[in-house]
């Protein structure tokens, strides 16, 4: 099975300040057919099920603001939310659909300082 | 847009079968990959697997010896069926919809929390 590994485990930061989540994946999830890596993104409040906001490792979900961005390829992977307000308090996961079966990290939490 | 509605017993007895429903509203269920996926705090999420109505199905090895995932009764439903629980399967059980495998999870139910208790 394909690890990731997101660090740090939880984050705090101050309203309108920067926040970077890592996830790093046991091999690569880079398909070289369509050069593309098969990781997602989603967050997940208290009591509702995780939301979609990235795919394909930087492709953003419709409706996801463009202050939330994400970048990296084939083992290394980064969440950015840029000015972090209250509604983004959550739980972070990232996922990979490379190969069966697919994963989760174990997610980061975001919290307001 | 597409629904997701997860159903079945909240409470099963140690060594007993699980079974959930998950309804499918506000679109076709035909097209669609479906899968089932559990969070409990002790493993995060797990994928558990998926149906494909056009006729495919594939299990986590790790629970492939004990799970079905299957068409349900009525025509946009998805069944899963797990046996012989333990206080291990004591988890939240969400369906939710891809249009591929091999693709992300765009659309996922409010789950439902299932505890084995005796």
């Known amino acids: 099975d394909i690890v990731l590994t997101q660090s740090p485990d939880s984050l705090a930061v101050s309203l309108g300040e920067r926040a970077t989540f890592t996830c790093k994946a046991s091999?690569?999830?880079?398909?070289?057919?369509?050069?593309?890596?098969?990781l997602a993104w989603y967050l997940q409040k208290p009591g509702q099920p995780p939301a979609l906001l990235i795919y394909?490792?930087?492709s953003r979900q419709s409706g996801v603001p463009d202050r939330i961005s994400a970048s990296g390829s084939e083992t290394h992977f980064t969440l950015t939310i840029n000015n972090v307000q209250a509604e983004d308090v959550a739980l972070y996961f990232c996922q990979q659909y490379y190969d069966t079966p697919y994963t989760f990290g174990q997610g980061t939490r975001l919290e307001i300082k | 847009q597409v629904h997701l509605q997860e159903s079945g017993p909240g409470l099963v007895k140690p060594s007993e079968t699980l079974s959930l429903t998950c309804t499918v509203s506000?679109?076709?269920?035909?097209?669609?990959?479906w899968s089932w996926i559990r969070q409990s705090p002790g493993k995060g999420l797990e994928w558990v697997g998926y149906?494909?109505?056009?006729?495919?199905?594939l299990y986590n090895p790790s629970l492939e010896s004990r799970v079905t995932i299957s068409k349900g009764r009525s025509e946009n439903q998805l069944s899963l069926r797990l046996d012989s629980v333990t206080a291990a399967d004591t988890a939240v059980y969400y369906c939710?919809?891809?249009?591929?495998?091999?693709?992300?999870?765009?659309?996922w139910g409010q789950g439902i929390l299932v505890t084995v208790s005796s």
């Open positions: 506000g679109g076709s269920i035909g097209g669609d990959y």
């Open positions: 939710a919809r891809s249009t591929n495998n091999y693709e992300h999870f765009h659309a």
């Open positions: 149906f494909y109505y056009g006729g495919s199905v």
């Open positions: 394909r490792a930087s």
């Open positions: 091999q690569s999830i880079l398909y070289s057919v369509d050069n593309k890596n098969y």
